[in-house]
């Protein structure tokens, strides 16, 4: 079966719960007291997509502000992002229309971006409207789901949606990192054994 | 006015002095008896600190005056008394020239005098401060209201409690230290307790006091009261201050701030931290620490429990020196370019450390460095997932650049083996991770993890000296091994230092016998303490400090016996105590020059100085 390697970014702000994502998607546990990421952390988790490997690279990048400057390091050469906000903070989704404006302009043309409201398990706090929300996911061709990283809802479904996407010619990562070649070569030479 | 306070203070030598004034004839008697004084007599006290009480009517008076019209409520007699411990440098060293050959003889008075008068002017800062407490009321309400609503929606997680405390209840001021970091403008950066918001009229006045200090080209430094020692610490645009009841010294307590000051470097640097604010002078900088309070939190936790940061001092993981340069090795071999050090630990203690080479041949690496790193991975369970590349700024190695630090536990679940791979390049993720893969692979190979799992602190009971409780053994660097960083040992505190209030207890005793030792006024060489549940022994000599906790019945002779015998087993045990020789790489020419560096290094060691007093 063909490995494909695709490096994934999570954006967004402080506290809106990238890595509990991450976490879920990777160890499929959850933890409320988690700590707020220092700098970024890389995991991967390799998934099967019809009759491929996908090997997600996962940057799950620090939300604070003063990492904001290294996150061109990790949305670099990434084949998709997923900008994630807190449906319970206004806040957070003005900071995810500035992430979609920073991708548009400094990161990989072919990008795939999806956005994830998360914590939509807590509804009654809710700040952003799910249609709010969606039309602006429409309006910019990302992918939309509302996730709850606690509840376990939708968390797959933004990877799986995120491998349909990714076009089948590998194609993605146009400027890929330094980095990155090391995987994306050998996923190639892979490739080509099959 | 000056020599006033010094009569008046005469009178109080014997009060103020209170923990054992005998001490200083005492250990002289038992210097003479191991006929050692004459051989390391401590140099005089040369860089006297450049404080002096200033205790000038006028001070007084301006004070008075300017401090009324922010605060009118409260009435003036206790102004009149309000004495700050100012620097006053312009006065003092003439001054201070003039009297040496009376300095010695005065400083008992000296110290006393200023005890005398710090107790009052403290009343003052600290009625002032509760004063700026209960106007808060309204605020700390509102702020701890707002924060409830939040944690409302939330989870209600246990962790959140010292951020959400209410400031105005008792139970917030009766915190054995407090620990605040504001901006030049005022603005709240940082609380050990208590969240920001609602102490920033507290913090007002705070910064009130140093500005108005500085309008009279004074710093000032500190304040005395009954109860509470509040230091003053300014670094470029950030004020620090810390109130304690610890009993510390001035002194200990700044460097304390000092370690504050530095992780906040750390995540900034400081070159960063001057152009905000130059830009900026009322700039939030509780933005950029978002998320990083933890971090200060687990520093002042590690601070108050950890004699590391007292002694400037690492303790590194009691290894065998075979296993540990097995270790080494393997950290040697696993390299890439830029890569400047690279650092093994385990049970948050050092386990191992290899450096570039020719880096380590123009700085030296500080204590205070490690502690840093070694409070960043244990202050956060985020490195416990995956790998992390974050950028990180070591300030006495370089206070204006990062390192982009690659962190990664070997061992997980269980997390108590951490490499820590430091680079100069930020795209060197990938090429870093690769070092860490064949670390893991070679360590594997040799089965080194579950041989650092058996690892573990020692007993006191390992020396063989019955009436020995505990202690701490700093050796100094010999100019031999210059480069070296500077460690202690100590065994784990046993029985009856069990419980956390004992441990405490007897920290504090270290602190005090500290505080002594290294007074600027008057340091001593060695203090012999018979407390009421311990006797102390504490001894600095040009090749070590030593500090010792015996049984509260042992004699005099019993306790220089031990010490003997003590010596002699660290001097038996120091490979395994201690990292005797840093092995280097280099990461700039071929990788066997470095090998061949690292040989020759450990042949031109010497005696680390250990047992030549003896």
């Known amino acids: 079966m063909a490995l494909r390697e695709l490096k994934v970014c999570l954006l967004g702000d402080t506290g809106v719960g990238k890595s509990s994502i991450v976490w879920r998607f990777v160890e499929d546990s959850f933890d409320p007291n988690i700590n707020p990421t220092i700098g970024a952390s890389f995991m991967t988790k390799t998934v099967q997509y019809q009759n491929e490997l996908h090997k997600f690279l996962i940057w799950d990048t620090a939300g604070q502000e003063r990492f904001r400057a290294l996150a061109p390091m990790y949305y670099r050469g990434s ?40 914590k939509c398990d807590l509804l009654d706090a809710r700040e952003v409207p799910e249609k709010d929300a969606k039309d602006y996911a429409d309006s910019i061709h990302a992918i939309f789901v509302e996730t709850s990283a606690k509840n376990a809802i939708n968390i797959n479904e933004v990877f799986i949606e995120i491998s349909r996407r990714i076009p089948v010619v590998d194609a993605a990562g146009g400027i890929s990192g330094r980095g990155f070649k090391l995987g994306r070569q050998a996923s190639e030479s892979r490739r080509m054994c099959c | ?208 006091l140093v500005s108005f200090v500085q309008s009279g080209d004074n710093i000032i430094r500190s304040v005395y009261s009954e109860g509470h020692t509040v230091v003053f610490l300014q670094k470029g645009p950030l004020v620090l201050v810390c109130v304690s009841s610890s009993r510390q010294s001035e002194q200990q307590l700044r460097e304390e701030l000092l ?17 905000i604010f130059e830009h900026k002078k009322n700039y939030d900088l509780r933005r950029l620490l978002a998320g990083s309070e933890k971090i200060l939190d687990g520093l002042l936790n590690l601070v108050d429990s950890d004699p590391s940061f007292l002694l400037a001092a690492v303790h590194c993981l009691p290894l065998a020196s075979s296993l540990r ?25 050092l386990l191992t450390i290899v450096q570039e080479k020719t880096v380590i041949e ?84 040799q089965n080194s993890l579950s041989l650092i799992a058996k690892a573990q602190s020692y007993s006191v009971s390992q020396v063989g000296v019955s ?89 005099k002779a019993c306790a220089i016996t031990a010490i003997t015998k003590l010596l002699r087993w660290i001097k038996k045990e120091e490979d395994r105590l201690f990292i005797r020789y840093p092995p280097k790489y280099s990461t700039t020419t071929n990788p066997s020059k470095s090998s061949r560096g690292g040989k020759s290094d450990q042949q031109d060691s010497t005696d680390n100085g250990f047992l030549s007093l003896l």
């Not at chain 2, 370690?259 to 152009?275: D, E, G, K, P």
């Not at chain 2, 890439?336 to 650092?343: A, D, G, H, M, R």
Request: proline residues 5%.
């Open chain 1, 79 to 118: 084949a998709a992002a997923i900008i994630v906000y807190d449906i319970t903070k206004e806040e957070s989704f003005q900071t995810l229309k500035n992430w979609v404006k920073e991708l548009r302009q400094h990161g990989p043309p072919n990008i795939v971006v999806a956005i994830a409201g998360n």
């Open chain 2, 1 to 208: 006015m000056e020599r006033d306070s010094h009569q008046e203070g005469e009178a109080q030598v014997v009060k103020n002095c209170d923990p054992p004034s005998d001490c200083v004839p005492t250990a002289e008697t038992l210097a003479t008896s191991l006929s050692l004084l004459g051989n390391h007599m401590f140099p005089d006290p040369v860089e006297k600190n450049d404080s002096t009480s200033v205790d000038k009517e006028e001070h007084a008076t301006l004070h008075q005056s300017k401090v009324t019209q922010k605060e009118q409520h409260l009435d003036a007699e206790s102004h009149s008394n309000q004495v700050n411990k100012l620097e006053a440098e312009e006065t003092e060293n003439s001054e201070y020239q003039n009297n040496e050959s009376t300095k010695s003889v005065d400083r008992d008075a000296e110290d006393a005098g200023t005890d005398n008068d710090q107790s009052e002017s403290g009343e003052f800062v600290v009625a002032m401060l509760a004063k700026a407490k209960l106007e808060e009321q309204g605020i700390g309400v509102k702020g701890r209201s707002s924060l409830l609503l939040e944690a409302g929606t939330q989870e209600p997680a246990a962790f959140m409690s010292h951020r959400d405390e209410d400031v105005t209840a008792d139970s917030w001021r009766q915190h054995r230290k407090h620990v605040f970091v504001l901006s030049e403008a005022g603005k709240p950066i940082y609380s050990r307790y208590g969240s920001e918001e609602a102490l920033s009229s507290t913090m007002g006045v705070m910064m009130a």
């Open chain 2, 259 to 275: 370690y504050v000051y530095y992780q906040i470097i750390s995540m900034l640097t400081q070159a960063s931290i001057s152009r």
């Open chain 2, 325 to 349: 340069d097995s270790i080494s090795q393997i950290l040697q071999k696993a390299i890439t370019p830029n890569l400047v050090f690279s650092i093994l630990i385990a049970k948050n203690q």
């Open chain 2, 362 to 445: 123009d700085t030296r690496l500080e204590p205070t460095d490690i502690h840093l790193l070694l409070n960043l991975i244990g202050a956060s369970s985020a490195f416990q997932a995956g790998e992390i590349w974050t950028p990180i700024c070591l300030p006495l190695f370089n206070p204006d650049c990062y390192f982009y630090a690659y962190i990664s536990y070997l061992d997980p679940p269980e997390c108590t083996v951490c490499l820590l791979l430091l680079s100069t390049d930020k795209e060197a993720f990938y090429a870093v991770a690769e070092c860490k893969r064949k670390i893991e692979e070679a360590m594997v190979a």
């Open chain 2, 467 to 555: 009436d020995l409780r505990h202690f701490m053994y700093k050796p100094f660097d010999v100019p031999d091994n210059y480069r070296q960083l500077t460690q202690f040992t100590s065994p784990e505190m046993e029985a009856p230092y069990s419980s956390e209030e004992e441990k405490m207890r007897l920290l504090d005793l270290y602190r005090y016998m500290h505080s002594r030792i290294h007074s600027t006024s008057r340091p001593l060489k060695l203090i012999y303490q018979v407390a009421e549940r311990e006797t102390l022994l504490a001894w600095v000599t040009s090749k070590f400090e030593l500090y010792t906790c015996f049984s509260p019945l042992v004699t």
